[in-house]
């Protein structure tokens, strides 16, 4: 049966219409972005078996363009379209954040470097400047490294700062293994940092670690 044989409100798009997008599932919100089905399978179905074969849809969105193509169903066009969506999500939780008075809220900040950073394959640190009114002065991708390092040089980032001229900073890095709790390394390196941030005046106020659909905060957890 067609998704237009079923009732309205089952259907995907008159059901977000009706009840809003977070009452829909998993699948039912891929099969509004995937439009149409296959051969034997609805949207809706054929969403559902993407899911099984990619075991979740985090891990359909972070797949590459070779991964995401071998989908049934799915092709370039798809790829390209899915990640002009996911980029103008990023987009605008960024100006969320630039369009704050300050930077007051530690669930916006996650909530951008969940959508920055959560995804990768590989380990990054970036850093948030803000001003001395605590308003973001830019989001930066400092250092790239491997799947489970990214080396860190304090001259640079305090090269950086300075280029900003920062007065606070929010340091961030991802662990790629989706586990978020900090490690004895990572530990050693916000103590450093601190330490060099200090001999120019920029406050650290915070060094969260991402993980899948965690960010671990060290302010929080009283270890700044």
């Known amino acids: 049966m067609s998704i237009r044989d079923w009732p309205a409100q089952q259907r995907p798009r008159e059901k977000l219409l009706a009840v809003g997008a977070q009452a829909l599932t998993d699948a039912e919100l891929l099969a509004i972005f995937l439009r ?23 891990r359909l969105l972070k797949a590459n363009q070779a991964e995401f193509c071998a989908g049934q169903g799915l092709g370039p066009a798809k790829f390209v379209q899915l990640q002009a969506v996911m980029e103008m999500a990023r987009r605008h939780l960024w100006s969320e954040l630039q369009n704050q008075p300050a930077l007051t809220s530690p669930g916006d900040t996650r909530q951008f470097l969940l959508a920055k950073m959560r995804d990768l394959d590989h380990e990054e640190f970036a850093c948030i400047w803000l001003d001395n009114q605590h308003q973001v002065l830019a989001f930066e991708t400092l250092f790239k490294g491997t799947i489970d390092s990214a080396a860190v040089y304090p001259r640079e980032v305090i090269k950086t700062a300075l ?4 007065a606070a ?26 330490k060099a941030f200090s001999s120019i005046d920029v406050r650290l106020l915070d060094h969260m670690v991402v993980g899948q659909g965690v960010v671990v905060s060290f302010a929080e957890r009283g270890i700044l």
């Open 36 to 58: 149409t089905g296959i051969p034997g399978l609805d949207a809706v179905g054929l969403s559902q078996a993407l899911l099984d074969r990619f075991g979740s849809l985090g």
């Open 163 to 166: 280029k900003h001229n920062a």
């Open 169 to 194: 900073v929010i340091i961030a890095h991802n662990h790629p293994s989706g586990i978020a709790e900090p490690s004895q390394a990572d530990q050693l390196l916000t103590e450093k940092l601190k």
